[in-house]
Nanobody
Framework: QVQLVESGGGLAQPRGSLTLSCAAS????????MGWYRQAPGKQRELVAT???????TYGDSVKGRFTISRDNAKNTVSLQMNSLKPEDTAVYYC??????????????????WGQGTQVTVSS
């Protein structure tokens, strides 16, 4: 069974910085896309950033130039460096991963998973 464990959320001041991390563990034979999404109260979940297994990145328009996503393929981790934070960045941030795993019978298949979410609050 594959698990995603997030860390690094918390309270930051406007124009401050935070780093989120997400570690995947379990029966992972290959890791494909990893990323971060966020959901603010009363709003739909939105893309923050994704990174492919060959390091191609995409960013939501609202975070371009301020956030940087990176990954460590050897450790199956993805990180999000958030700079110049704004109050509108306040949300629950969710890690996301697509990967190749295997059933109990040894059959491999592609699957995806969301983390449990970590709260980021930007306030003075």
């Amino acid at each position: 069974q594959v698990q995603l464990v997030e860390s690094g959320g918390g309270l930051a001041q406007p124009r401050g910085s935070l780093t989120l991390s997400c570690a995947a563990s379990g029966y992972i034979f290959d890791m494909y896309s990893m990323g971060w999404y966020r959901q603010a109260p009363g709003k739909q979940r939105e893309l923050v950033a994704t990174i492919s297994n060959d390091d191609i990145t995409t960013y939501g328009d609202s975070v371009k130039g301020r956030f940087t996503i990176s990954r460590d393929n050897a450790k199956n981790t993805v990180s999000l460096q958030m700079n110049s934070l704004k109050p509108e960045d306040t949300a629950v941030y969710y890690c996301y991963a697509e990967f190749l795993t295997a059933s109990d019978y040894g059959e491999t298949y592609k699957d995806d998973l969301w983390g449990q979410g970590t709260q980021v609050t930007v306030s003075s």
